[in-house]
């Protein structure tokens, strides 16, 4: 727990970096291993969904009513291609074909692509699921 006097200090020096000209740092866009909510698109522009099976078994991944499944084995990397933007919102759906949890890990290499990194999970709950909301967020459910 900290004192008063710490608190204190700390306001101050606050204070003194702002009013010395310094900025406080922004946080830079997720790129790589990034998790739900910290990546996001401009709303309307075409995505590339680049999907890569990192885990020990198959999955399937599938963009209803679009793109039906598709099974990925361990290794295997697919591209789902969104010409039609982030309106309305994107949805893809991930399962392992064996009873086997996943996670899923999310990358931006390009302004225009997101990555879907998938690997084993350790326990229930699995990821079941990514969202291009239509306000370009990415989530993971």
Do not use: H
């Not at 075409?46 to 963009?63: G, H, L, Y």
């Not at 999310?106 to 225009?112: A, D, I």
Request: glycine letters at 10%; a neutral charge; hydrophobic letters at 40%.
């Amino acid at each position: 727990m900290l004192k008063l006097s710490s608190l204190i200090s700390i306001g101050c020096l606050m204070g003194v970096v702002l009013l010395a000209g310094g900025t406080p740092a922004l946080a830079q866009p997720c790129m790589v291993d990034c998790g739900s909510g910290q990546i996001q698109f401009t709303p309307g522009d075409a995505v590339t969904v680049q999907v890569v099976n990192r885990s020990t078994v198959q999955v399937a991944v599938e963009q209803p009513p679009m793109i039906g499944p598709r099974t990925l084995r361990p290794g295997d990397t697919t591209e789902l291609g969104f010409g039609w933007g982030t309106t309305p919102n994107i949805s893809m759906f991930l399962w392992a074909l064996r009873d086997q949890p996943v996670r899923v890990r999310l990358g931006r290499p390009v302004e225009t692509t997101l990555t879907v990194e998938i690997y084993n999970a350790p326990s229930e709950p699995s990821d079941r699921s990514v969202y291009i909301e239509n306000d370009g967020r990415v989530s993971i459910k």
